[in-house]
């Protein structure tokens, strides 16, 4: 254990492992296979990096994504920890680079792709390095049970037989009971050691709002994140690009990400975001995966992700520094029918699409009760996972917070859009509807003699955002059909007929409540109150010396560092070494720069630094 801690103290500056860390970095030391599971930002990292040091060895890293790579090799340089990575993203130069480290004998962890395994011959030179265990991050990408597989993926299954010797290592963060034992069976994992940490990131607070409008929702969250690292999820690439357009007219710094832009400009999106000159970024699902800022504030979902699988993952992607972090998701059920659709074409398309389609009916399905019952966030989630939440209230949801509101009519609200359903003889969509209802005078509605009806115009005090997602909720809370491939029509069944005959009572949830989220405040992770202007100013050293080194600031310091740094003020470089990420390296090149910033301003009144003279005027 003492090999271990001093290992960690001397690269990263902890003084203490997380749950399971030990068992897993225990298995890697004594090259047992293991299986660790652990939710994003549980440190599964650490568990591969230090038993090679504590071994003296040289083990592989084995992970998808190659702009992750570089940058775990330049963060792990930072701290002094030698890795290299073998990718076909690298120079000629950069390559032979990393081999003449290689042969120094000094690297202790090699990162990989998968497919540069898989190169003919590449095996005969890893087995001459002698490597003495393999980490396969993201394991789950093996598995055509989750939701991220990946073919290349499948090929690692010959490590076995290649490397009879070595051990294997698998780590996710994602992983329900068939996606784990499928990653056992494929890798070939020899009776593992099974780690399974708790799913629940207490740090993360869960809102699910419905939704109404997308930029004034979304600018509403950014304005409590002003200044902070924040990603916006949206489905296709124009409406990334529209969105982030409007919030950049209204002062924000954001930018666009999708797959449909050419490499140049998505690596120049991911830099700019790395090194702190954009704070937002409105993205597909494609973002994310290659980047590694850990003090990302914000992520907010402008519809319903495909499965709680992707929702754990990119609401992942949040706090992962363990500071608190909010993540929003603007819920329609609208949203859900879409992905059904979506899968039902596929169906009829692929041979794959066929057979998946029953798996993907059900991971939506998940996912949209998982958004429209009023029950603790982070209980829903522990309990798909397959884990107990004993705790009482989270405190950090919006059912546990006590912001989710009932509409206030709702019973006479449903009645009122189930009349008009049944007014208009049920042969009409939902915008047809909520157009009726809000007494609108267009083509379609007069065109059809609508504008006569007794229904027409009844909730036009009712925005038409709102009274769309009211609709959807009926649907949601089947007391109302939808059928329909091309053009669904709105249809009523048994239960609507017993709202409208007022046997039944109907609780929607208000659109638009009125008690507002708080702000959150800044405080470092373990509660005490920082000094905002310093920490600014720590933040703003962090830049300059980040951007003089070609780095990103993240990996100079993480925001927990300059935070517990604002909070207690550290006068001398043994003080330093007390805080949270400071390892050796770090505090020897960054600790006296860091230190005379964190002095009192000698401008301000009454603050002197002690032992020096006061500023002449
Ligand atoms: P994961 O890969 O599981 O998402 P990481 O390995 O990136 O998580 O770790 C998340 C954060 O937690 C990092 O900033 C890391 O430095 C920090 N961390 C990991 N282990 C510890 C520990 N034992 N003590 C303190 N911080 C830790
Ligand atoms: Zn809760």
């Avoid at 993540?327 to 041979?351: M, N, P």
């Avoid at 709202?499 to 959150?520: M, S, T």
């Avoid at 009144?605 to 006061?614: D, L, M």
Wanted: aromatic share 6%; proline share 6%.
């Amino acid at each position: 254990m003492e090999a271990i801690l001093e290992t960690t103290r001397r690269f990263w500056g902890h003084d203490s492992l997380r749950p399971l860390q030990e068992e897993a970095i225990r298995a890697g030391i004594e090259r047992r296979d293991s299986l660790v599971v652990l939710p994003t930002g549980g440190g599964k990292s650490l568990c591969y990096q230090v038993p090679p040091v504590v071994a003296g060895r040289l083990d592989v890293v084995v992970s998808p994504l190659i702009s992750l790579m570089k940058d775990q090799v330049d963060g792990l340089a930072a701290c002094g920890y030698p890795a290299v990575a073998l990718h076909s993203n690298q120079t000629e130069a950069e390559r032979k680079e990393a081999w003449e480290e290689l042969r120094s004998g000094r690297p202790r962890l090699l990162f990989l792709s998968p497919e540069r395994l898989a190169l003919d011959g590449f095996t005969g030179v890893l087995s001459r390095l002698g490597v003495g265990a393999f980490a396969v991050d993201e394991a789950h990408c093996i598995s055509h049970w989750g939701h991220d597989f990946r073919p290349e993926y499948r090929r690692l299954g010959r490590l076995r037989e290649a490397f009879p010797e070595a051990s294997l290592h698998a780590y996710t963060a994602t992983a329900t009971e068939r996606v784990r034992e499928d990653i056992v069976l494929e890798l070939g994992l020899r009776d593992p050691v099974r780690l399974v940490g708790r799913f629940d990131r207490p740090n993360l607070v869960y809102r699910v709002i419905p939704r109404v409008d997308v930029r004034r929702q979304v600018l509403e969250v950014l304005r409590r994140h002003r200044g902070e690292a924040a990603i916006v999820y949206r489905i296709t690439r124009k409406e990334t690009e529209s969105l982030a357009r409007a919030l950049r007219s209204a002062g924000l710094s954001a930018a666009a990400y999708h797959a449909g832009l050419d490499k140049a400009a998505r690596t120049a999106v991911q830099e700019a975001f790395a090194n702190e000159r954009i704070q937002v970024v409105v993205a597909t699902v494609a973002f994310g995966m290659g980047i590694d800022r850990s003090d990302v504030r914000c992520v907010i979902h402008t519809a319903l992700p495909k499965s709680v699988e992707h929702y754990q993952q990119e609401t992942g992607r949040a706090g992962r520094d363990g500071l608190e972090a909010e993540c929003v998701l603007l819920y329609s059920v609208a949203d859900a029918l879409r992905w059904e659709e979506l899968a039902r074409k596929g169906a009829e398309e692929t041979e794959e699409g066929r057979r998946t389609l029953p798996a993907r009916i059900e991971l939506i399905g998940h996912m949209k009760r998982f958004c429209g019952t009023l029950r603790c966030r982070h209980r829903a989630l522990s309990l798909y996972f397959g884990q107990d939440y004993p705790e009482e209230s989270c405190g950090a949801c919006d059912v546990c917070l006590g912001e989710a509101e009932v509409l206030p009519d709702s019973t006479e609200t449903a009645r009122k859009i189930l009349s008009c359903v049944a007014r208009v003889g049920q042969r009409f969509g939902v915008s047809h509807v909520v157009k009726v209802l809000r007494g609108s005078g267009d083509e379609g509605v007069r065109g059809r003699g609508h504008h006569r009806l007794g229904v027409h115009g009844i909730l036009k005090e009712v925005p038409a955002g709102v009274l769309t997602n009211l609709v959807y909720q009926l649907v949601d809370q089947e007391l109302l059909d939808r059928t329909g491939d091309e053009w669904p029509v709105l249809r009523l069944n048994r239960e609507s007929m017993a709202v409208l005959r007022g046997e039944k009572k109907v609780l929607l949830q208000a659109p638009a409540p009125k008690r507002k989220p708080r702000k959150p405040r800044a405080l470092t992770a373990e509660g005490e109150e920082i000094d905002a202007d310093l920490f600014e100013r720590l933040r703003a050293l962090r830049r300059e010396i980040a951007s003089k080194r070609g780095i990103p600031p993240y990996m100079i310091f993480s925001d927990r560092t300059l935070r517990a740094l604002a909070a207690r003020k550290p006068e001398t470089l043994e003080e330093m070494r007390e805080v949270y990420g400071i390892g050796d390296k770090k505090l020897a090149d960054l600790g006296p720069a860091f230190l005379r910033a964190l002095r009192p301003d000698p401008a301000s009144p009454g603050k002197e630094p002690p032992g020096e003279p006061p500023a002449s005027s």
